[in-house]
């Protein structure tokens, strides 16, 4: 079975200029979510999806970051401008998780994009 | 609001040997998951054990078990029999109502052969 999928796995790119993530989630999760890893501030939940519906943004840096989902099988995470402490590790992760508010789903990760930006 | 305490930035471990990894919570939801992660150098985030805040047993995956004190609130991660492969970074997670996942800071643990 396939898992989350990311893309691209690495990208360093100049300041100033826009950054896409990408995500494939797990065929059948309804839950989405996108975190930040720095060795400074650790894993940071970023925003996260609910049946292709944003739940929380509260974790978005700045108005700079912003993410779709458009359907189930895609979501997107932008960054513009970009700017060079944004340069971290960005895991996207999906889950089946119900308005019923089952907690026993643990989330799968994708492998992460490594973004420098100089 | 949640909080996850991982207080062990790194341990060391003896191969073949037990190892405890601490975490503590607080929580105000009567209703929670606690979750364990494994993060290897390579980077990848790896989902180890669950346990529910009404399970009755303490959760066992292979190697891996879940020494839960709920009045204590706390999730203790258990390795047994550690092997060379076990060291990576350690992440513990809760997830209460509302889908959010918060995670501790993390423990790296060394496995010395």
């Known amino acids: 079975d396939a898992g989350v999928i990311q893309s691209p796995r690495h990208e360093v790119t100049e300041m100033g200029q826009e950054v896409t993530l990408r995500c494939k989630p797990i065929?059948?999760?309804?839950?989405l979510f996108w975190y930040r890893q720095t060795m400074m501030r650790g894993l940071e939940l970023l925003i996260y999806?609910?049946?292709?519906?944003?739940?929380?943004d509260s974790g978005m840096p700045e108005d700079r970051f912003s993410a779709k989902m458009p359907n189930a099988s895609f979501s997107t995470l932008k960054i513009q401008p970009s700017e060079p402490r944004d340069s971290a590790v960005y895991f996207c992760?999906?889950?089946?998780?119900?308005?019923?508010?089952?907690?026993?789903?643990?989330?799968?990760f994708g492998d992460g994009t490594r973004l420098s930006i100089l | 609001a949640q909080k996850i305490t991982q207080t062990q930035p790194g341990m060391f471990v003896q191969e073949k040997e037990a190892v405890t990894l601490d975490c503590t919570y607080d929580?105000?939801?009567?209703?929670?998951?606690l979750f364990w992660y494994k993060q290897p150098s390579s980077g990848e985030m790896i989902f180890l054990i669950y346990?529910?805040?009404?399970?009755?047993q303490n959760a066992t995956e292979g190697r891996y078990s879940l020494n839960f004190q709920k009045a204590r609130k706390s999730a203790n991660l258990v390795i047994s029999a550690s092997q060379l492969g076990d060291s990576a970074m350690y992440f513990c997670?809760?997830?209460?109502?509302?889908?959010?996942?918060?995670f501790g800071a993390g423990t790296r643990l060394f496995v010395k052969a």
């Open positions: 992760a999906s889950s089946l998780v119900g308005w019923t508010g089952r907690r026993d789903q643990p989330q799968h």
């Open positions: 065929s059948g999760h309804n839950s």
């Open positions: 999806f609910n049946n292709n519906v944003p739940i929380d």
């Open positions: 929580t105000s939801d009567p209703s929670y998951g």
């Open positions: 346990q529910g805040s009404y399970d009755q």
């Open positions: 997670a809760i997830q209460t109502g509302g889908f959010k996942t918060i």
